[in-house]
């Protein structure tokens, strides 16, 4: 199957700073990203979905000032959690898909671990 | 908004035993999807399934799709302390504004003890 790679797998920061996590899709061209959040022993829960060039898609409730989504390249997607704080802290994680149909499979990345002090 | 509901939430049992997880939903999708994840780590997709009554069998996992492709089932038999992990189903949405994305169930946290 296709590779997703995260970085950084694990981060810590201060309380009020902002911290960009990297997602890439290493052998194939990703029309769309989605990221995800984790909570420990929890199941995944959608934050948005961006497409190549276009504005990212946030799910209801989530704050799009405060998770920055790029998805400037078929092969690179950013999501950045500004001023954050310690409640941001989570498992971050994002897949990558290249198809056009519902049912093309989204690969998954490893995961950022995020904590925030 | 389409739920998919998984239970059990937890299981606990002793390897060799068999199980089985179930995923339910009012919605139907176009696909649906179980994934194994180990903690610290993205989760890994066992298989997918896409035509209503589909089975697949994976070693000692046998998966189901119920004919209206909204529920599914997830069967292990003779489990075995490495098939230790969370156990997620996820539809995949086909119209409207959420299509392409995925609904994920509340997960399976699965412990076998040797």
């Known amino acids: 199957g296709a590779v997703v790679s995260q970085h950084p797998s694990r981060v810590i920061c201060k309380s009020g700073t902002s911290v960009k996590i990297e997602c890439r899709s290493l052998d194939f061209q990703a029309t769309t990203m989605f990221w995800y959040r984790q909570f420990p022993k929890k199941s995944l829960m959608l934050m948005a979905t961006?497409?190549?060039?276009?504005?990212?898609?946030?799910e209801q409730g989530v704050e799009k000032d405060k998770f920055l989504i790029n998805h400037a390249s078929l092969t690179l997607s950013t999501l950045t959690v500004t001023s954050a704080h310690p409640e941001d802290s989570s498992f971050y994680i994002c897949?990558?898909?290249?198809?056009?149909?519902?049912?093309?499979?989204?690969?998954f990345g490893p995961g950022t671990r995020l904590t925030v002090l | 908004t389409q739920l998919l509901e998984q239970s059990p939430q937890f299981l606990s049992i002793q390897e060799g035993e068999n199980l089985t997880v179930y995923c339910n939903s009012s919605s139907v999708f176009s696909s649906l999807q179980w994934y194994r994840q180990e903690p610290g780590e993205g989760p890994v997709l066992l298989v997918t399934v896409v035509t209503g009554g589909e089975v697949k069998k994976l070693k000692r996992l046998t998966f189901q799709f119920g004919d209206a492709r909204k529920d599914s089932s997830l069967h292990i038999t003779a489990a075995q302390p490495g098939d230790t992990g969370l156990y997620l189903c996820a539809g995949a949405n086909a119209g409207g504004t959420s299509y392409g994305k995925l609904t994920f169930g509340q997960g399976t946290i699965l412990t076998v003890h040797p």
């Open positions: 961006s497409n190549e060039g276009s504005k990212a898609t946030y």
């Open positions: 897949s990558a898909s290249g198809g056009l149909r519902a049912n093309d499979e989204q690969f």
